[in-house]
């Protein structure tokens, strides 16, 4: 099975601030026929369920405020949000879906300073 | 708009069985798999295993295999997740997912939207 591994655990960033969360898998998630990263972004937030906001590594969802970004190939990947808004306290978690059984972060929980 | 419902949250002795539901709306149900996820209290997402809704093929997170069963009813748009001789550490809340793939039945997507979630709880 891929490990998928988020840092760090919490970070707490001011508002306005940018906000840089990490996933690193232990093996690339670059698929070679399509020439695509299998790597998928969620956020959640206290008694929700997640929420997507990015796929394809780098490919924001529709209506996901543009202050969301993702970034990486291979094994190591980012999610930054640019400028830290109070609704984007919650908890963020990538995800592969290079091969089954599909993997998720353990979850980074973003606070604000 | 697109939107999967779920059956409300169940209380379950040790050994018994449960039923979960995922009704599907504002999309075409054949057209994508559901895939089903868990999250135990204060914990990470565990993924459990995905069903085609095209072709009802499905693939099971090995740990799981044997004890859980994913179904679908194309007449209703609702897929169904039945886990067996549940554990106190089944206790958790499932999610049902859309996953988006490219191609219609086959498995390699994301996940959206995810239905809100139904807590079970194993308890003697």
């Known amino acids: 099975d891929i490990v998928m591994t988020q840092s760090p655990d919490s970070l707490a960033v001011s508002l306005g601030e940018r906000a840089t969360i990490n996933c690193k898998s232990s093996?690339?998630?670059?698929?070679?026929?399509?020439?695509?990263?299998?790597l998928a972004w969620y956020q959640q937030k206290p008694g929700q369920p997640p929420k997507l906001l990015i796929y394809?590594?780098?490919t924001r969802e529709s209506g996901v405020p543009d202050r969301f970004s993702g970034s990486g190939s291979g094994t190591d990947f980012t999610l930054t949000i640019s400028s830290l808004q109070a609704e984007d306290v919650a908890v963020y978690y990538c995800?592969?879906?290079?091969?089954?059984?599909?993997?998720f972060g353990q979850g980074t929980k973003l606070e604000i300073k | 708009q697109v939107q999967l419902v779920q059956s409300g949250s169940e209380v379950k002795k040790p050994g018994a069985s449960v039923k979960v539901s995922c009704k599907a709306s504002?999309?075409?149900?054949?057209?994508?798999?559901i895939s089903w996820v868990r999250q135990a209290p204060g914990q990470g997402l565990e993924w459990m295993g995905w069903?085609?809704?095209?072709?009802?093929?499905?693939n099971y997170a090995q740990k799981l295999q044997g004890r859980v069963t994913m179904t679908t009813d194309t007449s209703t748009s609702t897929a169904y997740m039945e886990l067996r001789s549940l554990r106190s550490d089944d206790t958790a809340v499932y999610y049902c997912?859309?996953?988006?793939?490219?191609?219609?039945?086959?498995?390699?997507?994301?996940?959206?939207?995810w239905g809100q979630g139904t807590l079970v709880t194993v308890s003697s």
């Open positions: 069903i085609s809704a095209y072709n009802g093929n499905t």
């Open positions: 394809w590594a780098s």
């Open positions: 504002g999309y075409t149900f054949t057209s994508y798999g």
């Open positions: 995800q592969e879906y290079y091969s089954t059984p599909y993997i």
């Open positions: 997912a859309r996953e988006i793939t490219m191609v219609r039945g086959v498995m390699g997507g994301w996940f959206d939207p």
């Open positions: 093996q690339s998630v670059l698929y070679s026929s399509n020439n695509k990263n299998h």
